[in-house]
C-alpha cells in the first residue's frame, strides 16, 4: 500500500465539493484519487488546491494563494496542464489557469495523456472505475437534457422535424467556433489501455472547440484542424457507424467538445447500455419505424450504438408476437439495483426479438438482407443492391451459380405456393460485376497498413480478403496452385461454375489492392516463421478441404480407381483427362454429382452413380440430381461398395451389397448392410467421391495449432483464434467440407478477429455482434392478400449437347421486377423506444427511408450551476413515481 498523498487527495475532495473526513468524502481508494495518484505530486496538490473551478487565475494570483514563488508555481502549473488535471488559455497576453469537473473534464483530459497512460494504467482504471461507482448512484436522477454528457443527432435524421432547436444541430458548434482540434478518444484509449478495445479505434475521433482547443493543442494531446476538416471528421465519423456527443455543462446551447462515440466503448454511453439510466444521456428524439416501408434488412439493428433495435416480424400471426418492446419498470418509476443492471451489454448484444424474424435472413449462413436487396432489385436500384449483399458477401455472382439456396429452403411464400426465386434474383443483380464499367467496389474505410498473410485462395480466405481490404490493411494471399479460387476454380465444373465469373470477382479485390502469390506453398516453400520476420502481424489459414477420401476396399490402389476431387482438378486445370467406357461413381453429395456430370463429358459410354442413402436421404441438392438425370447418369440408391474387381490388374467391376439403413435411432452415422444381397456392376473406370480430407502439409510444423482426429483445426467458433493467437482459421479446414457460403461467412468473421487482434488492446468479443437469428412461427401466420403470379423461372435449355459451358440463363428484368413483387415483406424492425438514445445513426444506414426520429423530449442542457436544483426536482418526482407504482403492483398481484 502506497503513502497517501494528502495534498492530492484534499484537491479530490475539492473537485468533489466534499471536506476531507465528513461522511461521503473522497478516500485513496476511490477513482477520483486514484486517477491522480500516479502523476500528481504533493507539490503540485498544494498548487492544485490553489485552483478555482471555471475562475481562470494567472501563475502570480495561484502563486499568492500557495504561497510559492511564481517561476515554482508556473513549473508546477505546466505540469498539472500537461498531465490533464487543469486546463490553461492565453488570455490578453497571460496565462490563465483553472479547474473543471471530473467528467466531463479532467478524467478525459488525464486519459488523453498517452504517455502517462501507458506509464500508469491505474489512470485508465480509474476512469472506467468512476462511471461504475458514481453512475451507479446517478440512475433516474437527471432529467432528460441535464446529462453530464448528450446525444446530439446526426443532423440529416432531423432535418425534416420543424420542432428542432439550434442546440440540437452539430453544424451550429462548429460555425460558432474559431479554433479546432482532434484527439483520440479519450474512453477508447481507457478501452484499449485495460485489454477491452471494441476494434472502433480511437485515433482523431473527438473535436475540441474554442477554450479546450487551445488547451489540446498547447499540451500536444491534439492537433489543429480547420472548421472544413472539422466537418469532414463528423462526416467519416456518422458514415463509419458512430453517433455523437456533446460535453453538456456548459449551458444550453454551449460545449467545447464534440465526441464521435460507439455504444461498445464509449463511457458515457454506458449508463444507458448498463444502468439503463438513458434520460441521462439521451437528446430529444426517439427512433420511430414505418412497417409498410421497413424490409428488415438489419442494417440499422447492426449500426444501434446501444442495441435498442431488434428484427421482428411483420407479418400477422394467430399467436402472440413481440412487435413492440415495452419496460413496465425502468429507473423512472423502480428502485434500481445491482440486479436490474446489464454489465455484460458488451458481449450480450441480441439481433432479433422473441418470436422471431425473416426465415430467409436467418437461415442464410452468412445472414445476408435478402427481404432487402429483393426490395431494391423490385426499385431497379441494382447497383444498391449489389452493395448491400456484398456488406455479408462478397461474392454474389459466384454464388448466385452454386448456393445451396437455403434461403429459399425457408422462404414462407414457399409454403403457399413456390418460394421466391431468391438466388436468380441474385443472380441477375451479380452481373453488374461482370462488367467492369458497373461493378461495385467498395469504398475504402480506413487505411490501417498492416500486413496480413492469408494461406488459401478459396472462398474462405478471398472473404477475408475482402473485407480486411476495406479497412485498408495490406493483403497478400498465398495460393500454391497456379490459379485462384480454390475449389470454386478447381473443384466446380465449368457448366456450373464458369472460370470467368470466379475470376470477375477476383479482380475487384485485385483493384482494392489485394496481392496475391500463386505456386506458394506455405509451410513448404516459407514458412509462417519467415513471413512473421517479414512482417506479417496475423495469419488466416483457409486450406479447405482439398483431398479426396479412400474406402479401404480391395481393388482400390488400381490405376482407374481415382479421386473424385483430383478428378475435377485435372479437368479443371485444363489437362487431356478421358474416360473410356462404363464409369462407376461412388457417393451421393453435390460434389459427387459434379464427379458424374464432368465423367460425361470426357468420353464415357455410360455413367452410373451408387450411393448409400436412400432417395430422400441423399445429401445432394434435389436440382443437383435432376440436372444429372436430365443427362441419362442413373442413380443407383441403397448401395455400399464391398470391394473393385480386378482383371489382370484392370478395374472391370464393383461389387456392391445392399444398404439397409445409414443412420442409427440417434441420427449418427452406422451403415447396416445385408450381406446375402450382392451385385457385381461392370466398370472401366471408378470414381471416388465420398467425401473430402484436410491435408496440412508442413504448413503447422512448430506452431501450437492443434487439429482434431480428421485434421479440421480446432479454434475458437466464435473468433476463429486458434492455439497460436496470431493465426486464425477458418471454412473447411475449421469445419470440415460445407458450402461456399459457409466458408464466405467464415471469411468475414476472421477479418474482424484479425483487425483487433493486430491493434493494440482490443479484445476479440466486446461489442461483437453474434449474429444469432430466430425465424418466425411460420405455422402460426395469418396471411391477407397478396401477389397471385406465379414463380418466374430462367427459360429452359433445350440443347442436349453436353459441353463445359454454363447454358443455365438469367432472369430478364420483366421476370425480375414480377418475382420481387411476389415477396410477402415478412420482417420488420422494432424499436426499444426507452432504451434508444435518438441519436439517429439508424437513419442513415436505411436505403428505404423506412426509419427516422420523432422529437418526443423537450430538453434543453443547463450550466453545472443549474444541474443540482433540477435533480432534486427529478429526485422528488420520481420518488412519488415509485410509490404509486408499488401502490399499483400491490392491487394487480405484481411482483
Known amino acids: 500500500m502506497q503513502e497517501v498523498k494528502y495534498k492530492v487527495l484534499e484537491f479530490a475532495n475539492k473537485v468533489s465539493k466534499k471536506k476531507m473526513g465528513e461522511k461521503g468524502a473522497i ?13 500528481v505530486t504533493e507539490q503540485m496538490g498544494e498548487v492544485a488546491l490553489a485552483l478555482e473551478f471555471r475562475k481562470p487565475q494567472s501563475v502570480a494570483e495561484v502563486a499568492a494563494i500557495c504561497k510559492k514563488d511564481e517561476e515554482t508555481t508556473r513549473i508546477l502549473l505546466e505540469q498539472l496542464a500537461t498531465d490533464g488535471v487543469c486546463f490553461v488559455n492565453n488570455k490578453e497576453g497571460v496565462d490563465k489557469y483553472w479547474y473543471d469537473t471530473w467528467v466531463p473534464g479532467i478524467m478525459e483530459m488525464m486519459a488523453n495523456n498517452l504517455e502517462n497512460v501507458h506509464k500508469h494504467p491505474q489512470i485508465a482504471q480509474a476512469f472506467n472505475d468512476y462511471g461504475i461507482v458514481r453512475g451507479a448512484k446517478s440512475v433516474g436522477m437527471f432529467p432528460v437534457g441535464v446529462g453530464l454528457m448528450r446525444v446530439i443527432p446526426i443532423e440529416t435524421a432531423i432535418s425534416g422535424e420543424t420542432r428542432r432547436a439550434s442546440y440540437e444541430e452539430i453544424s451550429k458548434y462548429l460555425n460558432e467556433s474559431t479554433i479546432f482540434s482532434v484527439s483520440d478518444c479519450a474512453c477508447r484509449t481507457v478501452r484499449e489501455s485495460m485489454g477491452e478495445g471494441c476494434g472502433h479505434l480511437k485515433e482523431d475521433m473527438c473535436i475540441q472547440l474554442g477554450h479546450a482547443a487551445e488547451y489540446y493543442i498547447r499540451t500536444k494531446r491534439a492537433r489543429q484542424v480547420t472548421r472544413e476538416e472539422a466537418f469532414e471528421i463528423i462526416r467519416r465519423a456518422e458514415e463509419n457507424g458512430l453517433m455523437h456527443q456533446i460535453p453538456n455543462l456548459d449551458g444550453s446551447g454551449k460545449t467545447h467538445a464534440i465526441c464521435n462515440c460507439c455504444g461498445c466503448s464509449c463511457l458515457s454511453l454506458r449508463t444507458a447500455e448498463m444502468f439503463y439510466n438513458v434520460d441521462m444521456v439521451r437528446s430529444n428524439y426517439v427512433s420511430v419505424v414505418d412497417r409498410d416501408k421497413c424490409v428488415a434488412c438489419g442494417e440499422c439493428v447492426q449500426n444501434c450504438p446501444v442495441n435498442a433495435l431488434h428484427l421482428g416480424q411483420k407479418l400477422c400471426s394467430s399467436k402472440p408476437v ?23 451489454y458488451r458481449t450480450n448484444r441480441t439481433d432479433v426479438v422473441d418470436s422471431g424474424t425473416s426465415p430467409c435472413k436467418t437461415n442464410c449462413p452468412a445472414h445476408i438482407s435478402v427481404q432487402g436487396y429483393i426490395k431494391l432489385a423490385s426499385q431497379q436500384r441494382y447497383t ?23 434461403c429459399e429452403d425457408a422462404c414462407t411464400r414457399g409454403d403457399i405456393d413456390d418460394p421466391l426465386a431468391i438466388d436468380d434474383i441474385k443472380k441477375f443483380i451479380a452481373e453488374q460485376d461482370m462488367d467492369e464499367s458497373k461493378r461495385f467496389i467498395p469504398k475504402k474505410r480506413h487505411d490501417y497498413g498492416k500486413k496480413i498473410a492469408i494461406v488459401g485462395a478459396g472462398p474462405s480466405g478471398l472473404s477475408c480478403a ?3 481490404a476495406i479497412d485498408g490493411y495490406k493483403v497478400t494471399v498465398f495460393e500454391k496452385q497456379q490459379l485462384l479460387g480454390g475449389m470454386l476454380t478447381l473443384g466446380i465444373p465449368a ?21 496475391f502469390k500463386t505456386g506458394i506453398e506455405v509451410g513448404k516453400d516459407i514458412s509462417l516463421q519467415e513471413l512473421r520476420e517479414q512482417g506479417y502481424k496475423a495469419f488466416y489459414l483457409a486450406i ?24 475435377l482438378r485435372e479437368v479443371n486445370l485444363g489437362s487431356d483427362k478421358k474416360l473410356t467406357g462404363n464409369v462407376v461413381v461412388i457417393g451421393g453429395g453435390n460434389v459427387a454429382i459434379d464427379v458424374a456430370r464432368t465423367a460425361s463429358r470426357v468420353g464415357s459410354q455410360s455413367v452410373a452413380m451408387y450411393c448409400l442413402e436412400a432417395r430422400n436421404e441423399m445429401v445432394a441438392l434435389p436440382e443437383e440430381i435432376e440436372e444429372a438425370e436430365n443427362e441419362h447418369i442413373a442413380m443407383n440408391n441403397s448401395w455400399g461398395p464391398k470391394r473393385i474387381v480386378l482383371t489382370e490388374g484392370k478395374v472391370t467391376g464393383v461389387e456392391f451389397k445392399k444398404c439397409l439403413s445409414v443412420f442409427d435411432e440417434q441420427k449418427k452415422f452406422h451403415p447396416v448392410y445385408d450381406e446375402e444381397q450382392i451385385i457385381t456392376v461392370p466398370a472401366d473406370a471408378v470414381l471416388l467421391s465420398i467425401g473430402q480430407s484436410i491435408e496440412w502439409g508442413t504448413l503447422l510444423e512448430e506452431s501450437k495449432v492443434q487439429t482434431k482426429p480428421n485434421k479440421a483445426a480446432i479454434a475458437d467458433s466464435f473468433t476463429l483464434q486458434s492455439g497460436e493467437p496470431d493465426i486464425f482459421i477458418g471454412g473447411d479446414a475449421l469445419t470440415g467440407p460445407r458450402f461456399a457460403i459457409d466458408a464466405i461467412a467464415l471469411g468475414k468473421e476472421a477479418s474482424i478477429s484479425i483487425h483487433r487482434f493486430v491493434q493494440p488492446g482490443q479484445s476479440l468479443v466486446n461489442g461483437r455482434d453474434r449474429r444469432e437469428y430466430t425465424a418466425l412461427d411460420k405455422e402460426s401466420l395469418v396471411l391477407g392478400d397478396y401477389d397471385t403470379t406465379p414463380r418466374q423461372r430462367v427459360a429452359p435449355n433445350h440443347s442436349k449437347a453436353l459441353s463445359f459451358s454454363d447454358n443455365r440463363g438469367i432472369l430478364t428484368e420483366e421476370q425480375v421486377k414480377k418475382e420481387t413483387d411476389r415477396c410477402l415483406g415478412c420482417g420488420a424492425t422494432i424499436v426499444d423506444e426507452y432504451l434508444c438514445v435518438g441519436c439517429g445513426q439508424c437513419t442513415t444506414k436505411c436505403k428505404f427511408e423506412a426509419i427516422s426520429l420523432k422529437r418526443v423530449y423537450d430538453g434543453a442542457g443547463l450550466s453545472y450551476e443549474q444541474v443540482k436544483p433540477a435533480v432534486i426536482k427529478t429526485a422528488l418526482k420520481r ?4 410509490t404509486v407504482q408499488k401502490v399499483q403492483d400491490v392491487f394487480t398481484g405484481a411482483n
Do not use: H
Request: charged residues 35%; negative net charge.
Open 27 to 39: 478516500g485513496p481508494q476511490d477513482p477520483e484519487y486514484m486517477i491522480l495518484e500516479p502523476v
Open 495 to 515: 457448366f456450373r461454375l464458369e472460370k470467368t465469373v470466379v475470376q470477375a470477382e477476383i479482380d475487384i479485390l485485385r483493384e482494392m489492392g489485394v496481392e
Open 879 to 882: 420518488k412519488v413515481r415509485i
Open 466 to 468: 475482402y473485407y480486411l
Open 322 to 344: 413481440v412487435d413492440k418492446i415495452e419496460r413496465k419498470y425502468t429507473p423512472r418509476n423502480k428502485e434500481w439495483g445491482p440486479e436490474e443492471w446489464n454489465p455484460e
Open 384 to 406: 444498391e443492391a449489389l452493395e448491400l449483399i456484398k456488406k455479408e458477401n462478397p461474392f454474389p455472382a459466384v454464388c448466385g451459380r452454386i448456393c445451396p439456396k437455403k
Open 544 to 567: 479447405g478441404a482439398q483431398q479426396g477420401r479412400s474406402l479401404g476396399i480391395e481393388g482400390e490402389e488400381a490405376e482407374n480407381v481415382i479421386s473424385g476431387i483430383e478428378f
